[in-house]
C-alpha cells in the first residue's frame, strides 16, 4: 500500500466550477499537510500548508485536512483555465524534512 | 529574491555516463533536499542536507550520492546511467530553522538517458 494515494485523474472543469482534490494517506504520524501545484515542465510550487487537523484558507484556495479518517482535500473556487496543472498533496512528519507525495491530479479547466 | 536555481536545465546522457547537477537554495536557507520525478508521477524524496550533513535518504540505489557545501549549495551526483534514470530532478530548500518552515522547489533538471 502506498503511503499516500492520490487519483492521478485527468479531470476537466468547465471555468467557474468548484473544483474538489482528494489525497488519503496511511501514516497517522503525518502532522503536517500541502498543497503543491506544477505546471508542464515546471517545478512544484506551494499552494497551501496545514498543520494538523482543519480548515485553512487562501483566496479562491481552501484546504481541509480530516486526520480522523486520513484525508485531505483542496477545494478551488471559481475555478479560472489559469488553475489548469498538476496539483500535488504531500505530507510530512514533524521535524523531518522528507515530503511524501502522492501521484498528483492533473487538473484542466475549460474556458 | 532568487527562489531555489538549478542546473543544467535540460541534459542528455549515455547508459553508464555519470552526471553532475547543481542547486543554489533560497539565500539564507540551509538544508537542501533533492528529488527524483518521474513522468506521471510524485517527486520521490532522495536526499536531505543539513550544515554539509546528511540528514535523510531516500531508497535509492548507491550510484546516487550528494553533498552540501560550505555556501550551502548542493550537487547530485548518479554514475552508471539508466535508462530509467531518466526524470525530473528537484532540488528543494528550506531554513531549517523549526516547525512549519517552508519547502520550496526549484525548477528541476531534465535528465534522459539514452
Known amino acids: 500500500q502506498k503511503e499516500v494515494e492520490q487519483d492521478p485523474g485527468p479531470l476537466s472543469v468547465p471555468e467557474g466550477a468548484i473544483v474538489s482534490l482528494n489525497c488519503t494517506y496511511s501514516?497517522?504520524?503525518?502532522?503536517?499537510f500541502m498543497w503543491y501545484r506544477q505546471y508542464s515542465r515546471k517545478g512544484p510550487e506551494l499552494l497551501m500548508y496545514t498543520y494538523s487537523s482543519g480548515n485553512k484558507e487562501d483566496g479562491r484556495f481552501t484546504a481541509q485536512v480530516d486526520k480522523s479518517s486520513k484525508y485531505i482535500s483542496l477545494f478551488i473556487r471559481d475555478s479560472q483555465p489559469s488553475d489548469s496543472a498538476t496539483y500535488l498533496c504531500a505530507q510530512r512528519l514533524v521535524g523531518n524534512e522528507k515530503l511524501t507525495f502522492g501521484t498528483g491530479t492533473r487538473l484542466t479547466i475549460i474556458p | 529574491d532568487a527562489g531555489v536555481t538549478q542546473s543544467p536545465t535540460h541534459l542528455i546522457k549515455t547508459r553508464g555516463q555519470h552526471v553532475t547537477l547543481r542547486c543554489s537554495p533560497i539565500?539564507?536557507?540551509?538544508?537542501v533536499s533533492w528529488y527524483q520525478q518521474v513522468l506521471g508521477q510524485g517527486p520521490q524524496f532522495i536526499f536531505q542536507y543539513y550544515e554539509k550533513e546528511e540528514r535523510g535518504r531516500g531508497n535509492f540505489p548507491d550510484r546516487f550520492s550528494a553533498r552540501q557545501f560550505p555556501n550551502y549549495s548542493s550537487e547530485l551526483n548518479v554514475n552508471a546511467l539508466l535508462l530509467g534514470d531518466s526524470a525530473l530532478y528537484l532540488c528543494a530548500s528550506s531554513a531549517y530553522g523549526g516547525s512549519g518552515n517552508t519547502i520550496y522547489f526549484g525548477e528541476g533538471s531534465w535528465l534522459t538517458v539514452v
Open positions: 501514516n497517522s504520524a503525518f502532522q503536517y
Open positions: 539565500s539564507g536557507h540551509k538544508s
